[in-house]
């Protein structure tokens, strides 16, 4: 059975591979890097509504580890995570990010890929091309209508 990853953003770079997760979220986030869950505060004037979601960093995590399986004749290359919340959120208490492992604010992104590529060594690619064409080809699985359906369906049922 083929398992898939739904990624946001894969960035190739000469320092490794930035992978993106962008969440659209509400009112103040709490949560750190090693819970397997965080808190979403929203304040509707005295009423205070908490919600726990899973932790993007976790969830990117299996996102990485999908590209490095379907890269993992590519070289020895290193792997970002970057969590981006938009929406009218604020990040309260975030904290004890893994290692490799940024989050921000759409503000923050020129700031986190600069960090990124000024404070890391070039990337040792065996293929430059290769990580391209099984990029591609990754991308093309979302014109898979199976896939997609699958996809959908798995969405459906973590949902319930």
């Known amino acids: 059975m083929h398992r898939y990853a739904q990624v946001d953003v894969v960035v190739p770079t000469r320092v490794g591979i930035i992978v993106f997760e962008v969440k659209d979220y509400k009112g103040w986030i709490f949560g750190k890097g090693y819970q397997k869950y965080w808190t979403q ?3 509707y004037r005295r009423l205070k509504i908490k919600k726990q979601f899973y932790n993007p960093f976790f969830q990117n995590n ?17 792997f970002f995570s970057v969590i981006i919340f938009y929406g009218k959120c604020v990040l309260k208490d975030v904290s004890q990010f893994p290692v490799n492992s940024y989050i921000g604010n759409p503000s923050d992104v020129g700031k986190i890929l600069t960090d990124i590529l000024d404070n890391n060594p ?30 959908i369906l798995s969405v459906n049922y973590l949902a319930k």
């Open 41 to 43: 505060v929203l304040n």
């Open 122 to 151: 070039q990337a040792n690619y065996n293929d430059k091309w290769e990580v391209v064409n099984q990029l591609k080809a990754a991308v093309m699985n979302g014109n898979d209508e199976e896939i997609v359906s699958r996809h």
């Open 62 to 78: 299996g996102h990485v580890e999908a590209l490095k399986q379907i890269l993992k004749y590519c070289g020895d290359v290193p």
